[in-house]
């Protein structure tokens, strides 16, 4: 018997000096974390994602700052590849009408509707206070509006607003039709962004926050027909866009961070005070948006056009999208 047991344990000795390269690595694979073997295993090939913008002129900033961030992140997974294309809302259903899906959207609130999207975990991050919350999609970024005198003593009943819905939740009385012609402009935080760096003869006298609203938050959403492989590698490109070497690349193009902690530092020091405000933030539910955005439009220019039970309806509406 002793013997045996000593044949035994040279045996197994010869066998682990002697045995094929590929067998002890795979034994040692085993004892690799799992994140690591899903990361090894993950699609490799491209992804569409369109990003399209809502209700303003198309001028191309967040999506090259969503080119940029797809690059960083095809560098750290070398095969995988987010193609990203921007595009207006019109060009946008064009598309689609043709029969040309992405695998995924990135959107501002109001521009698709749920049933399109399929469902999407929880990534674990902690949002703004007051950031609406949905299972559909994954907001990355958001911008508010602000009001912007050119002149000291500016007269705020005639000015300029970047749409009705802003003038109708200001009480507008009279409107400008144009920026260069209002003293005072109404407007969203990138717009008055570019307005503050390449400012043209006009001395900025102030910059004060509305409020703590906004429908201007963008999300990124899965197509419903995307496949598991894509929809994981998707996720894994949400957590790089929420991560802080993204979200800390947000405030200059006059975006905010939704994570509740990153400072948002503004790109201007005129704009502390708006930055400020919009550090609690009161959204839009961005499907029903989509669902109320016309009524709320007529609404809205009623309104504006004397008529006060308009505003009633407005007012109502707008509460209801925010719950």
């Known amino acids: 018997m002793k013997i045996l047991r000593i044949g035994l344990c040279i045996g197994m000795i010869c066998f682990l000096l002697f045995s094929p390269k590929d067998l002890i690595e795979g034994a040692q694979a085993s004892f690799v974390d799992a994140r690591f073997v899903r990361q090894t295993d993950r699609y490799t090939g491209s992804i569409v994602l369109y990003h399209i913008v809502r209700h303003r002129p198309y001028t191309g900033s967040l999506t090259q700052w969503l080119k940029t961030r797809a690059e960083a992140y095809e560098k750290k997974h070398k095969g995988t590849y987010i193609e990203i294309e921007g595009m207006d809302e019109q060009h946008f259903w064009e598309r689609m009408e043709n029969g040309r899906r992405p695998d995924a959207y990135s959107f501002f609130s109001g521009t698709l509707y749920a049933d399109r999207l399929t469902t999407v975990p929880d990534l674990g991050f902690t949002y703004r206070d007051g950031l609406f919350q949905t299972e559909r999609c994954l907001p990355y970024c958001y ?35 144009s920026e260069e012609d209002a003293d005072t402009l109404y407007l969203d935080l990138r717009r008055a962004g570019d307005l503050i760096r390449y400012r043209d003869g006009f001395a900025l006298a102030g910059i004060e926050p509305i409020d703590s609203f906004t429908d201007a938050v963008c999300w990124l959403g899965i197509d419903r027909e995307t496949d598991r492989e894509k929809s994981e590698v998707i996720l894994d490109f949400a957590a790089f866009l929420l991560s802080p070497e993204s979200q800390q690349t947000l405030n200059a193009l006059g975006l905010l961070s939704v994570r509740a902690d990153i400072k948002n530092a503004p790109p201007d020091p005129v704009l502390k005070r708006v930055f400020r405000q919009y550090e609690s933030v009161a959204t839009v539910d961005p499907f029903r948006w989509y669902a109320e955005y016309d009524a709320l439009c007529e609404d809205a220019a009623l309104f504006l056009a004397g008529d006060p039970d308009a505003h009633t309806r407005f007012t109502n509406r707008l509460r209801e999208c925010c719950r």
Do not use: M, P
Request: hydrophobic letters at 30%; aromatic letters at 8%; one cysteine or more.
């Open 143 to 177: 911008t508010g509006y602000c009001r912007l005198d050119k002149t000291a003593g500016a007269a705020h009943e005639e000015a300029y607003y970047a749409n009705d819905i802003l003038a109708a939740r200001t009480d507008a009385k009279t409107r400008s039709s």
